[in-house]
């Protein structure tokens, strides 16, 4: 197996980054967004094919935005397909891995997952600045075609606008700019790519200090999959990771776009979503505290019926003076009622 290649233009190009996206908004280790899914689920039933990544190359790692048929977070850049692809610095096509000294011995190549084909094409921000690539790979030998080019170019495109938008909570944005990296990983789940227990908990008193000095408000919604052991008792580690990633990405889908959503371990999860006024709660919570999630995606092979159980804390609800932790044990307690 071979690395990427030094890029003639990395430092310029890594400078140019961070002053195109200053961390931790692009290149740095960031939350997944149901906005970088969107795309990669188009990706899997456009082409056709059971994995499709978005990710970063940023100097030697390799961040993933978003992942579909891999639970995966970040890489060593040297076992990347991304580097490869951007040094072909428009797109890339593999039709059997296997036979490539450059791939051949790549963990998804010769691991269980035995990738072997991989379409990629390169995001740039800007021209000649390119932040990472959007790749789809498949099991079987593939000759991707021209037009399968275009369609993931168009894909591409999509993902680079989404690149230079600011669509992260302010909040959310607040607290990943005080941390370094090292903290931002410390925070994040990698398996869903959502915040941890120890990140969302800081997010909240965050989120709680603001509606007290604004007068807003905001929701906690503890999210419990209640069959949960049930599920881990029929089906192995591999499947348990993919079903909860995929009900991560199904449960940001239902959240507004301010929304923040952490992975508590397990089965359980919790949501934020703040909102001017309680009307506003009262909108943004509908769709959102469905009772069932049916699961048919990548990694899966079956389809699940989830049962989800909701704790919900109202903010304008509790009394004055109401701290993060008791409006968290709140949400906790009202779930354990149901």
């Avoid at 967004?33 to 899997?44: H, T, V, Y």
């Avoid at 639970?71 to 040094?87: C, N, Q, R, W, Y």
């Avoid at 094409?121 to 080019?149: E, H, K, W, Y």
Wanted: aromatic share 6%; hydrophobic share 45%; proline share 6%.
């Amino acid at each position: 197996m071979f690395s990427p290649p030094f890029l003639e233009n990395e430092h310029q190009r890594l400078a140019l980054l961070e002053e195109v996206a200053p961390a931790p908004f692009v290149p740095s280790y960031v939350l997944r967004e149901e906005r970088f899914d969107r795309i990669s689920r188009i990706a899997l039933r456009l082409l056709d094919v059971p994995v499709a990544l978005i990710s970063v190359l940023d100097g030697d790692m390799h961040w993933v935005r978003s992942a579909q048929g891999l639970s995966m977070s970040d890489t060593p850049a040297s076992l990347s397909f991304a580097g490869h692809v951007i040094k072909e610095k428009h797109f890339m096509r593999v039709p059997d891995a296997s036979e490539e000294s450059r791939f051949m011995d790549n963990p998804l190549v010769s691991g269980p997952n035995q990738m072997r084909s991989c379409l990629g094409v390169t995001l740039n921000l800007a021209p000649g600045i390119a932040a990472g690539t959007l790749c789809v790979m498949d099991a079987r030998v593939r000759n991707f075609s021209c037009q399968d080019v275009a369609a993931l170019r168009d894909l591409g495109h999509l993902a680079e606008a989404e690149f230079r938008l600011d669509a992260l909570l302010n909040v959310q944005k607040r607290l990943l700019i005080k941390l370094d990296l090292l903290e931002r990983r410390a925070r994040v789940d990698p398996q869903t790519g959502c915040w941890n227990v120890r990140g969302f908990r800081e997010l909240v008193a965050m989120a709680v200090t603001d509606a007290a000095r604004d007068g807003s408000t905001l929701a906690l919604c503890y999210v419990r999959v209640r069959n949960f052991d049930a599920l881990a008792k029929q089906h192995d580690k591999g499947q348990l990771d993919a079903m909860r990633q995929l009900t991560a990405q199904v449960l940001r889908k239902r959240l507004p776009d301010n929304g923040a959503l952490a992975a508590l371990g397990g089965g359980d999860f919790c949501a934020l979503i703040p909102a001017p006024t309680p009307l506003a709660i009262e909108d943004r919570l509908g769709e959102f505290t469905y009772p069932r999630v049916k699961l048919n995606g990548p990694g899966m092979r079956f389809d699940l019926d989830l049962q989800l159980g909701f704790g919900l804390a109202l903010w304008h609800e509790m009394p004055a003076g109401t701290t993060a932790t008791e409006i968290w044990a709140t949400a906790l307690a009202k779930l354990v009622e149901t």
